[in-house]
């Protein structure tokens, strides 16, 4: 019989596994992550966002994890209400909790009390005043009150970059024609600039990685891109397969050439090690990709149920 305690990788308070996907990405288009309008020394209105590289102490363009997040996120919801899933945005007030809903219980029980009841909670659905649990994308990425299973990293250039400057028009929707005193001028990182690229999830079932892993073939696909200025012609970036690696260690990682599943609505997925690099790493992603697919009908069920995994019962 399916338990609240069979969904365990939902608490931070055990380390089942820990899957880190890293690797460079390459723009294929021209790149902007703004930092918003110019200073008053910038040469272009819409500037890169920049950090100081702490080797050559000059300042390099950056793909922040922020950024990388929420191009995850955005098309990881879209991706889940295509089938059919209720999911939040993940925007301000548009999540599952308020970051209140866990004040009672750490008020009146002890740690280790505190800490079942909240999981209890959140697995059963009886956490939120809505009579709704949490949906799989806060669990994911996080909501107030409950920490981000997956952290990403700051991207930054592995060789040489070159930034380039565009000279762009607002075109008035009335006229046609250029807008009047709309002529601005965009600074962006020239296709071809290759950039690192890590991500980390900490106890992700198999289903939820391969959500992450079917986004990040949908970047590789160009239909989602990164940054600003997207519909201008910017943003496209592709994985360079060859520079691809996977890695999984923990309790609950590689045993026997299989990533064990992690809850009853996960299934097994075939690994052959638990270091992968290049294609073998690529395949993977395919594999996870499947798992997200085997395990649809069970998370259309529990979200038709209000995301709540198992029924509430009396202790």
Same mark, same amino acid.
């Given at each position: 019989m399916v338990s609240w305690r069979d969904f365990e990788w939902i608490g931070h308070h055990k380390l089942y596994r820990i899957v880190t996907i890293e690797g460079a990405v390459e723009n294929i288009e021209p790149l902007h992550v703004g930092a918003g309008k110019k200073k008053g020394w910038e040469v272009a209105d819409l500037i890169v966002l920049k950090v100081v590289d702490p080797v050559s102490g000059e300042e390099v363009p950056v793909i922040p994890g922020s950024s990388w997040k929420g191009v995850f996120r955005a098309e990881a919801v879209a991706i889940a209400r295509q089938n059919g899933l209720e999911v939040c945005d993940g925007l301000p007030r548009a999540t599952c909790l308020e970051g209140r809903e866990f004040d009672e219980i750490e008020k009146n029980y002890p740690p280790a009390e505190c800490l079942e009841m909240k999981l209890r909670g959140i697995v059963e659905g009886t956490i939120s005043e809505t009579g709704k649990g949490v949906c799989?994308?806060? $669990?994911?990425?996080?909501?107030?009150?409950?920490? *981000?299973?997956?952290?990403?990293?700051?991207?930054?250039?592995?060789?040489?970059?070159?930034?380039?400057?565009?000279?762009?028009?607002?075109?008035?929707?009335?006229?046609?024609?250029?807008?009047?005193? *709309?002529?601005?001028?965009?600074?962006?990182?020239?296709?071809?600039?290759?950039?690192?690229?890590?991500?980390?999830?900490?106890? !992700?079932?198999?289903?939820? @990685?391969?959500? $992450?892993?079917?986004?990040?073939?949908?970047?590789?696909?160009?239909?989602?891109?990164?940054?600003? !200025?997207?519909?201008?012609?910017?943003?496209?970036?592709?994985?360079?397969?060859?520079?691809?690696?996977?890695?999984?260690?923990?309790?609950?990682?590689?045993?026997?050439?299989? !990533?064990?599943? !992690?809850?009853?609505?996960?299934?097994?997925?075939?690994?052959?090690?638990?270091?992968?690099?290049?294609?073998?790493? #690529?395949?993977?992603?395919?594999? @996870?990709?499947?798992?997200?697919?085997?395990?649809?009908? %069970?998370?259309?069920?529990?979200?038709?149920?209000? #995301? %709540? #995994?198992?029924? *509430?019962?009396?202790s």
């Open positions: 799989l994308l806060c $669990l994911i990425f996080g909501t107030p009150g409950l920490r *981000s299973h997956v952290s990403f990293y700051d991207s930054t250039p592995v060789s040489g970059y070159r930034l380039g400057y565009r000279r762009s028009v607002a075109i008035s929707r009335r006229t046609g024609a250029a807008a009047y005193g *709309s002529l601005f001028t965009v600074e962006y990182v020239e296709p071809g600039s290759i950039f690192n690229f890590r991500l980390t999830a900490v106890n !992700l079932p198999n289903y939820a @990685l391969g959500l $992450l892993s079917t986004v990040m073939k949908e970047i590789n696909l160009g239909i989602v891109k990164v940054g600003g !200025l997207k519909s201008r012609g910017y943003g496209t970036v592709r994985f360079i397969e060859e520079r691809f690696k996977i890695s999984v260690s923990g309790i609950k990682g590689v045993k026997n050439g299989v !990533l064990e599943a !992690l809850d009853p609505y996960d299934c097994e997925v075939e690994v052959s090690s638990s270091v992968l690099e290049g294609s073998e790493a #690529w395949k993977v992603l395919e594999e @996870l990709s499947s798992a997200w697919t085997k395990s649809l009908s %069970k998370l259309k069920e529990v979200s038709r149920k209000g #995301w %709540k #995994w198992v029924e *509430s019962k009396a």
